[in-house]
């Protein structure tokens, strides 16, 4: 029963729309309306302030994404190459994704699948980092460095680890995280852009245009 208890309390806390929750009482915006619609620290970076992003990735990573994992790991006492790991880390990034406190819109999940990784596999979340940020800082396309760690991850995870359990959690994870860019919040597709080059946008870059800046600084009409 306890294994069943982590796994629903997992889904929930994912869940919990922390970035959400900031913009309402901090700014009295729903971020969901403004930049990449994404509920996530970067939108909250844009459009509510950058000093709410750190206590807010904080929260992604310890509380929703690393906090299940340790607890299965410390006070259920399972083994870390057991495929009961797994679920509960899927299940955090499922609720952050598409939250059920807001009609299954969310986050991408970044945030929380890092802490996941942080929790399973210092190692593996070191190696996404380096190739993520690194890619940023030579390109400044963020959405499709993290996509590239993503696809080398369950390799990675095989090499260093050879522990086909944590190998399923990678594949999962990419699954779920490009599930989501490509749902992107159930927003509808802009006009003027085929629905192919969208959805490539949506996936490799993660936003519906080639413009970042324009993207992610879109505010609600009659705002300013």
Known sequence: MDIIFL??????????????????????????????????????????????VYPVAAVEIFIKGALPIWWEIHVLDIDRASGYLVGPPLLAVTGNNWSIFLKLQGGRGIAVAGGTLVALSPVLAIFCAVIAIGGWNSTKSSGLWVLISLILLPMWSYLIH????????????????????????????????????????????????????????????GSS
């Open 7 to 52: 796994y629903i309390g997992a889904f929930l806390l994912g869940s919990i729309p922390t970035a959400y929750i900031v913009g309402k009482v901090v700014r009295g915006v729903d971020i969901r309306g403004y930049g990449s619609g994404n509920v996530g620290s970067a939108n909250l970076y844009e459009h509510v302030g950058k000093k709410w």
């Open 162 to 221: 050879n522990n086909l359990h944590l190998v399923w959690y990678c594949l999962g994870l990419l699954g779920l995280v490009s599930l989501k860019r490509i749902s992107a919040n159930w927003m509808p597709f802009p006009h003027g852009i085929s629905r192919k080059a969208v959805l490539f946008n949506r996936l490799v870059r993660d936003r519906d245009v080639a413009d970042r800046t324009g993207w992610v600084r879109r505010i609600p009409e």
